[in-house]
């Protein structure tokens, strides 16, 4: 199969830039989209996360535009919530479950269950919306409502033919990315491992003040890592390296980037994946 991945805004988050690479200076709020991905071409699409409810649930705080609201976001294609076969969360922070209540219950939520430890474990507080894990709570209680996947044991999992969920872990325990046939290689929904491509994978070693905080930051093709992980450092560098390995990288709060051979080379500003390809210069 070959599917095209539509990026869906569900409105900005404010965040920190230091959280987006390990080692920036903190003290600059900078404002990075919550998006979702709408999987389409195979049997029935598939949601991969689904934003916030609410500014409220945020720290920093978020602004929701007109057009941006759940529905208006799938009805762009022509989906409705009840058209979707399943959605999957690549874990479960508020900036990504909180439209889950607006899909019916015949609709799975598709988690990893090493996910629902993190989230229900409280090492992470406010990260977790009270409202969001309610809702999964329900979701527990409701037969056909909730999938569990146990990546993290048994090894990838496909939910059509060529759409696969692999465990993750580094951003949280129990993340999951989601891998995608494309007619031009596959793509990598990749969550939260990444929050800014090129800071991430085009850093130069002679940056001195985020080699203070970096593992082997001297050392050839060693990403950098975001600063918002509950894992170690060896999972983080991992989870990133592996990725690297797809065409595309389709993270949940920046454009999306083209590799070859590992190494970013552009930047797809379009709505779709694959389409055209923006040049990076000097990758």
Not at 46 to 51: E, H, P, Q, T
Not at 226 to 249: C, D, H, M, P, W
């Amino acid at each position: 199969m070959n599917y095209q991945i539509h990026r869906l805004n569900f409105g900005s988050v404010i965040i920190d830039a230091s959280q987006q690479v390990r080692g920036r200076a903190p003290g600059t709020s900078v404002a990075v989209p919550a998006q979702g991905y709408l999987i389409v071409g195979g049997p029935a699409p598939i949601l991969v996360d689904a934003g916030y409810r609410d500014p409220s649930v945020l720290g920093r705080g978020g602004q929701v535009a007109e057009g941006q609201g759940f529905e208006e976001q799938l009805a762009r294609y022509g989906i409705t919530p009840s058209d979707l076969s399943s959605v999957v969360v690549t874990h479960l922070h508020r900036d990504h479950a909180g439209h889950l209540d607006k899909v019916p219950m015949s609709v799975p939520v598709v988690v990893n269950r090493s996910e629902m430890s993190c989230a229900f474990s409280g090492v992470q507080g406010l990260a977790y919306a009270k409202k969001d894990l309610a809702h999964i709570l329900e979701r527990m209680y409701t037969p056909g409502a909730l999938r569990y996947l146990d990546l993290d044991h048994s090894g990838p999992i496909e939910l059509q033919p060529g759409i696969s969920c692999h465990a993750s872990r580094g951003h949280t325990a129990g993340s999951l990315s989601v891998v995608v046939d494309t007619a031009e290689g596959q793509a990598c929904l990749c969550g939260d491992l990444i929050y800014d491509i090129e800071a991430s994978l085009l850093r130069h070693p002679d940056e001195t003040a985020m080699a203070q905080l970096q593992p082997c930051a001297f050392a050839v093709g060693e990403p950098a890592l975001t600063n918002n992980f509950t894992t170690s450092v060896l999972e983080e560098l991992g989870a990133i390296k592996k990725i690297t390995q797809y065409r595309y990288i389709l993270p949940a709060h920046d454009t999306p980037g083209a590799l070859r051979n590992g190494t970013l080379v552009g930047r797809v500003h379009g709505p779709t994946v694959p389409g055209p390809i923006s040049p990076i210069s000097g990758a």
